[in-house]
């Protein structure tokens, strides 16, 4: 059973930053977050290969930073310039086999 545990989330002022950060209970070729405002649909925000191959969503090109540590089964989202609209839950996401796994979430909030 895979598991994925999330931490790092929490209310931020504009402008701001935070780190999240998501341990997996094993080794996986991609690691990614995505997000989900209110309202809206879940999209990917960054996804990370097991050789360092990355993708973002245009939204947070230039802000947002995702990074692994393959021994640790870890990947990190860094947010920076955080904006209001970035208020989101965000979940941890690996995909092995044909089954997808998710983490619980961590809810992530700008606002002044």
């Known amino acids: 059973q895979v598991q994925l545990v999330e931490s790092g989330g929490g209310l931020v002022q504009p402008g701001g930053s935070l780190r999240l950060s998501c341990a997996a209970s094993?080794?996986?070729?991609?690691m990614a977050w995505y997000r989900q405002a209110p309202g809206k649909q879940r999209e990917l925000v960054a996804a990370?290969?097991?050789?360092?191959?990355?993708n973002y969503a245009d939204s947070v090109k230039g802000r947002f930073t995702i990074s692994r540590d393959n021994p640790k089964n870890t990947v990190y989202l860094q947010m920076n310039s955080l904006k209001p609209e970035d208020t989101a839950v965000y979940y941890c996401?690996?995909?092995?086999?044909?089954?997808?796994?998710w983490g619980q979430g961590t809810q992530v909030t700008v606002s002044s």
């Open positions: 996401y690996v995909p092995y086999g044909t089954v997808d796994y």
């Open positions: 094993g080794t996986f070729f991609t």
């Open positions: 990370i290969t097991s050789s360092g191959r990355t």
